[in-house]
């Protein structure tokens, strides 16, 4: 039982180790207001984002700063530095980068202005590519879609070109009549002072092809409807002057991670053995479906996320983050911050490999939020094989705040937040020379807590399962809370005294000290000692988290910058959780679980366990078909379940009897049966 707490606290741990690292409140940091929008990112952003999960921004105009202000760090890499990076370092422009990729220049293109991409552009049901997978082959099934909006010197000079770029690249205009079968389409359209790319990959036609191809066509050639999104993320990303920006609509990422997932399992049947089809469709349905409601954009409470690169001025990289809050995301970080303390502060150490704070109360913030309706009464086991099904998209949703709460739960029914601390600290350093074996850094962790939060037999335990001798421990009260203190080769008491409150993270880390400590891998061994310091923090600003960091090259001064103050921008309006969307989720999660228990049993069993399935769904599968708000839905899983083949055994080839082959020195002459050998 002891090993299995500790296996859920540590996947809860996992979990709760992403969130804390975006979860964070209000601080006496200088902050600055909201720099005023580029009309010209706002032009292309807006055509680029209509509808997709991710958009990237690139300002070329920033390339000769950006270049200014990497080359310093970069110049300390000597012989180590690769190839292509030096050639970048020499280039005029991105541009100079890219068309030898492109075999020559793109006329018509303007040079200055920005270029934007939408990534993963889909329109209409979410469950619509479930549906044409399992549905008849020759219905067709659209490819990931992406849209490019490239800035325009000569727009009809420039369509020329992207139509030569597309040409080499043996994509198919979706204006022609030819080609039919082409997997690969696009449309350059020229509008005003831009053209507008769309681009489909891996589209699978429907049999009737002219009537395909005139669907795409249709789809392709209709001007996009810019998301009426006034956010901290989306301000930031068309405001920034640093040189790349990329921003998520996670309200996207569920019917992204489906759109993906179809199209990857049917490339997997279009080349997989013909008696292995059905059941690889059933094992690939449930597991595109499989994280339903842990992917839900219902009560995110961080919908949309900005994250910038650019320079320092003395030299550097920086990276700006801006996660734009819901209501209730905002609400729950501000309870997180007002229950922090006490506040641990690291002191000045010239020998610290790292140091981080967290000053807001992770055990408030979990309080504040809800549990994703599949896994309240999950395991510990359903969560884990979920997430490692899911895969990329839910390596985001796993770090959800409801996520860890559900795990915390499990490992301890009658109080297992209890561990989480209201605030935290931990510094590191180089360990002294004890003994040949000795862990090569020494380090002091803090954690903060209410009088009577945690269970002393929790800390005993956990001292107890640590080598012996190896640990210091120490508890001490600071007015109504209580700081638990764990340090090995150091005082953690002394090496983190409690002071204010500060930013809710504060990062600094010698990269270069920490990678010769810790040995990376071979492929980073000869970079990482080479790199400097890396600092950071992240506060509350009003309806965002704002994060600024800093790589600074090896022997600089930390850097630091002001970060932006969102106070008077409005927070993102989320979907709200319904009684048709709890249905359609639990109809989902079992008729997902059935269609992926289907490959685990005997063939004889699978049509058994399907029909569970279809019975357990049957009650909220009913209860999402009448609820107007998802009933479309309902009514296309219903269908979807009605199609999934039932994986039929592959068949068994007898096994041919074996032949005799005579010879003139034994020829085949049977034995009679009484001289046959019992």
């Known amino acids: 039982m002891a090993s299995r707490t500790s296996s859920i606290l540590s996947l809860a741990f996992c979990a709760a180790l992403v969130t804390a690292c975006s979860s964070k409140p209000k601080t006496g940091a200088p902050m600055q207001s909201p720099a005023a929008v580029d009309p010209a990112i706002v032009s292309a952003f807006d055509l680029a984002s209509s509808d997709a999960f991710v958009t990237l921004v690139l300002q070329p105009v920033r390339w000769v700063a950006f270049i200014i202000g990497v080359r310093p760090m970069i110049s300390q890499w000597g012989e180590v530095t690769p190839e292509s990076l030096t050639q970048a370092l020499t280039a005029p422009s991105p541009y100079a980068l890219m068309e030898p990729l492109f075999g020559g220049g793109l006329e018509g293109l303007d040079r200055e202005r920005p270029i934007a991409a939408g990534l993963f552009v889909s329109t209409g049901p979410e469950l619509a590519p479930v549906a044409a997978l399992v549905g008849p082959t020759d219905g067709g099934l659209e490819g990931l879609r992406h849209r490019i909006i490239v800035p325009a010197s000569d727009a009809a000079a420039l369509v020329g070109s992207i139509a030569t770029l597309m040409e080499r690249a043996e994509a198919t205009a979706v204006t022609s009549d030819s080609n039919l079968d082409a997997t690969t389409l696009y449309a350059a359209i020229a509008e005003g002072d831009h053209v507008r790319v769309e681009l489909v990959v891996g589209d699978r036609p429907a049999a009737d092809r002219a009537a395909w191809r005139a669907h795409w066509k249709t789809l392709l050639t209709a001007v996009p409807t810019p998301r009426p999104s006034k956010s901290a993320a989306r301000h930031h990303a068309t405001s920034t002057t640093d040189i790349a920006t990329a921003y998520l609509d996670l309200t996207r990422l569920r019917r992204s991670h489906i759109t993906i997932g179809v199209n990857t399992v049917d490339q997997a049947l279009r080349f997989a053995d013909p008696d292995m089809r059905q059941e690889l469709l059933a094992a690939g349905t449930a597991e595109v479906l499989g994280a339903w409601d842990l992917l839900a ?99 985001i949703g796993a770090g959800s705040p409801g996520v860890s709460k559900r795990l915390f739960e499990i490992a301890s029914p009658s109080g297992g937040l209890g561990i989480l601390p209201r605030s935290a600290a931990i510094v590191v350093t180089p360990a002294p020379p004890i003994a040949k074996r000795a862990p090569p850094l020494a380090f002091a962790l803090a954690a903060g807590y209410r009088e009577g939060d945690l269970d002393s037999s929790v800390l005993t335990r956990l001292l107890a399962s640590l080598p012996p001798g190896m640990f210091t421990s120490k508890t001490d009260s600071v007015g109504d809370r209580q700081a638990v203190y764990l340090g090995m080769g150091r005082d953690a008491s002394e090496a983190l005294p409690v002071g204010d409150p500060g930013p809710i993270v504060s990062l600094s880390v010698n990269v270069g000290a920490l990678a010769e400590a810790m040995r990376p891998p071979r492929s980073l061994r000869k970079i990482l000692p080479l790199l400097g310091r890396l600092e950071g923090k992240v506060v509350l600003a009003g309806s965002a988290l704002v994060g600024g960091f800093t790589l600074a090259p090896k022997g600089a001064s930390p850097a630091t910058f002001d970060l932006t103050d969102y106070t008077d921008l409005p927070v993102v309006a989320t979907p709200a959780s319904t009684d048709g969307t709890r249905c359609l989720g639990d109809a989902v999660t079992a008729l997902a679980k059935g269609w992926h228990a289907m490959s685990e049993v005997s063939p004889d069993q699978r049509q058994l366990v399907r029909m569970k399935a279809t019975v357990g769904a049957k009650v909220p599968l009913a209860c999402a078909i009448g609820d107007a708000g998802v009933g479309e839905l309902g009514r296309m899983l219903a269908e979807i379940d009605t199609r999934l083949p039932v994986p039929a055994p592959k068949p068994v080839e007898p096994r041919p009897e074996p032949q005799l082959i005579p010879t003139p020195e034994a020829p085949l002459v049977p034995t009679p049966p009484e001289e046959r050998k019992p």
Not at 356 to 365: E, W
């Open 297 to 395: 954009p219902e009560d995110l409470m961080s919908p949309e996320l900005a994250l910038s690169l650019g320079v320092l001025e003395s030299g550097g990289l920086t990276l700006r983050v801006v996660g734009a809050l819901s209501a209730e995301g905002k609400a729950a970080h501000e309870a997180a911050r007002a229950d922090a303390g006490p506040f641990f502060q690291s002191k000045e150490d010239p020998n610290a490999i790292a140091t981080m704070t967290l000053h807001t109360s992770y055990r408030a913030l979990i309080d504040a939020v809800k549990v994703p309706a599949s896994l309240v009464s999950a395991t510990q086991d359903d969560i884990a094989e979920t997430i490692m099904r899911c895969g990329w998209a839910c390596s």
